[in-house]
């Protein structure tokens, strides 16, 4: 399954409602750490395709949802699981770090 690119109107339907553990890559387009991290959430959408969701949010477009979790520096990536936050990654970090947190959520 490919990354799905989310935003503040169609987050709860997408992520809050999800039936499996979501994974929210906040980035933006100007950000240097976001584009080392995205190749990795692409990994990890084809390896967990069914177990969990990969989803990116472009905080520029949709300020709502960064604001609602306390977003202040990018790249973060939730954890969610029953709609609720589980984890957090803040920074660039390797993707053994991102699937020892999603394993967890498993």
């Given at each position: 399954m490919?990354?799905?690119?989310?935003?503040?109107?169609?987050?709860?339907?997408?992520?809050?409602?999800?039936?499996?553990p979501?994974?929210?890559?906040?980035?933006?387009?100007?950000?240097?750490?976001c584009?080392?991290?995205?190749?990795?959430i692409?990994?990890?959408?084809?390896?967990?395709?069914?177990?969990?969701k990969?989803?990116?949010?472009?905080?520029?477009?949709?300020?709502?949802?960064?604001?609602?979790?306390?977003?202040?520096n990018?790249?973060?990536?939730l954890?969610?699981?029953?709609?609720?936050?589980?984890?957090?990654?803040?920074?660039?970090v390797?993707?053994?770090?991102?699937?020892?947190?999603?394993?967890?959520?498993?």
């Amino acid at each position: 399954m490919a990354v799905i690119h989310v935003t503040d109107a169609n987050f709860e339907a997408e992520v809050l409602n999800s039936d499996v553990p979501v994974i929210v890559d906040l980035w933006a387009e100007w950000c240097g750490p976001c584009r080392m991290i995205g190749p990795i959430i692409e990994e990890l959408a084809t390896e967990y395709d069914g177990k969990a969701k990969m989803t990116k949010l472009d905080v520029d477009s949709n300020p709502q949802m960064p604001a609602k979790y306390g977003v202040r520096n990018i790249p973060t990536v939730l954890f969610i699981k029953n709609g609720e936050v589980i984890d957090k990654v803040v920074g660039a970090v390797p993707k053994k770090v991102f699937v020892e947190k999603l394993e967890k959520l498993l």
